[in-house]
Structures are given as structure tokens and as C-alpha cells.
């Protein structure tokens, strides 16, 4: 079968930093007020996405913070939970965006925290699973965002932690992955989710590293850039979930981190800035901060360091007392 990939034209792209601070700060403004509006559906996700990047690449300096909080209590609802934009209904991934912008400012502790801790709560199911809102939809997704919500906020030992673990464990699989549910085929973006849940969990011993390990390295293509599945064209978001799941692991020297560099730095746009999915692509928030995150991860240039578990400045979780287990 001949293998799915991208050919990279040999110009290697030179490292355009300032273009990618531009196109961060000048998102939802005019030059991208379109994609900023089709967008609404995820705002919260995109703020903490753009947000996080620009922290990464600007030395740790966001502006407008008063303006962003405003917007965070906007989208706050008395059960507690957050919805991405106002007027929309809340749902637990938009809840550990607004936590997690709330820790890049530092005011995390203006939230009402006992209220965000009971809506996640309240989203566990008797078999340790969580929903993402109250339709019910289960999903391994949906335990990370719970236990990385309520770490942020110094609160996890509010949920069922073992029965957590437990679910999380009956979605591994024989090739050392794990799905979106017991019986789901392995995918790169949920693996991430999974060993993240664990490693908050302080339970990697129940991953089996070397498999997995194997089966997260055999993602990398010729090209350099990794896919989610096998079969699977590369793409850059994939350069963090499983890169960064390597690393949690201990294993992040099985893939051939010079190949992965040039192909994420492909996959800038030297005109507006950002990065896209893959070389030639619009650029967008989310694999921006994803392409951003994994060369943190690889100490490129001025980057300034990431936590490979939640995803966030170490500056923040070095701050938050976080130590999140990693194998070495
Ligand atoms: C453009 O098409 C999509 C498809 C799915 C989604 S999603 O919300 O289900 N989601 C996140 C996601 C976001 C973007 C995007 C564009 C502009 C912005 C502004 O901030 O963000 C783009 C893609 C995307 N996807 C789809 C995707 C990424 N790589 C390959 N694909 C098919 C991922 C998707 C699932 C998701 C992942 C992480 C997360 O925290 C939340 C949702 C969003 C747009
Ligand atoms: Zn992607």
C-alpha cells in the first residue's frame, strides 16, 4: 500500500516569530473578523489556544487581560459551567478553557471554583466516565478535561479518581493505545488524552510504554510529520498529541525530532504567519499553538518551555505546584 504523505519542496522555511506574534494579537480583529465569526461555536477554545501561543512566543505577555476575563464571566453559567461564547449552552471542554486562560492570567482564584468543581463532578458517571455536558455523550476526552480542570483548580480529589483510572483502563487496547470508549480503535488525538488523564492520575504504571511508545513512533512519515492513525496523512496538531505523549512517556527519541521540526516550520505561513495543518493550508489558532507547542518541546529558538501533560507555560504549573508524573 503505498503510504499517505505530503512531499516537502526542499526550501526549508525560515522561522518568521514575528509573524506569528501578529497573527495571534490580530485574530478576530478585522483582518480575520470572518474566521473569527464562523468560529463562535468554539470561541473560549480558540481564546485559550491563541492565548497560550502568544504566552509561549511573546515572553509570557498577554494583553488585554482585564478584557478577557470580562469575556471568561460572560460565558459563565450558575450551574457552573462555561459555553464558548455568550448565549451558547456550557459544556465541559469550554469550562477547562476558561480555567486554563484563567491560570495563564493568574487569576484563577477569582472563579467561582466550588461551583466550576461541582458542575465537573457532577458529570462523572457510575462507571468512572465522564459526559461533556448534560446529553451525556461519553467520551475519553471528557476525563481529561475533568481532571485537568480540577487539578488546575487544586481540586481533583473531589471525583472518583480510582473509578476514573478504571474507565480510562478499559479503553486500552492490544496495541498499547487507547479510544475514544472500551472497544474504540486507537487514535493519536484520544492516546493523548488517556496517558494525560494517567499522568494527572499519577498512574502510568498501567500504560504499557514500549508498546505504545512503538506504535506512536511508527506515526512519523517521511515527510517528518505525524499522523493520528495509520494510513493517515501527517499533520501538525498530531506533531503534539503524540509527540508530546512520547515525551510523557520517556520515549520521545524514538521519532526523528530534526525531520519533525522541518516539517512543522513547513507548515508556516511566511505571509500572515501561524501554522496550518500541513504545508500550503490555512493557518488557524489551533495548529498554531499545537505546531508552537511541540517545538517548545524540542527547545526551539526563544520558545519558552511547555508542560507536556496540560499543555501550558511550566512557568503556570511550576506555579500551581503541579507535578504531573512523567517516565523517564
Ligand atoms: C475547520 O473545521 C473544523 C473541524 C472541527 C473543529 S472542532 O472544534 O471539532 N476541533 C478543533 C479544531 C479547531 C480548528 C480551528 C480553526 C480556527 C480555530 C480558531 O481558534 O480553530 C480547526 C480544526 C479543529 N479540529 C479539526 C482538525 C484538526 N486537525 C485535523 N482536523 C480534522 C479538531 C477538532 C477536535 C478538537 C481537538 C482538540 C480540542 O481541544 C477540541 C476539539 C473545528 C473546525
Ligand atoms: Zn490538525
Redesign the pocket.
Known sequence: MLQKDVKLDNTTKTWVLKKHIDFLQSFGKERHQY?SSM?EF?RM??MY??LTALYLINDGKIPKEDEIFEYIKSCEHSCGGYSPAPGHDPHL?YTLSAVQIACLLNRELELPIEKIVSYVSNLQQDDGSFSGDKWGEIDTRYSFCALACLSLLGKHNVIDLVKAVEFIKSCQNFDGGFGSRPGAESHG?LIYCCVGSLSIAGRLDLVDADTLGWWLAERQLPSGGLNGRPEKLP?V?YSWWVFSTLNILGRDHWIDKEELKTFILASQDNEGGGFS?RPGDEP???HTLFGLAALSLMSYDTILPIDPTYCMPKAVINRLGLKPQTLS
Do not use: A, R, T
Request: net charge negative; proline share 7%.
Open positions: 474566521e468560529m468554539l477554545s480558540g489556544w491563541g471542554l488525538g499533520d496538531c495543518d488557524d489558532p489551533f
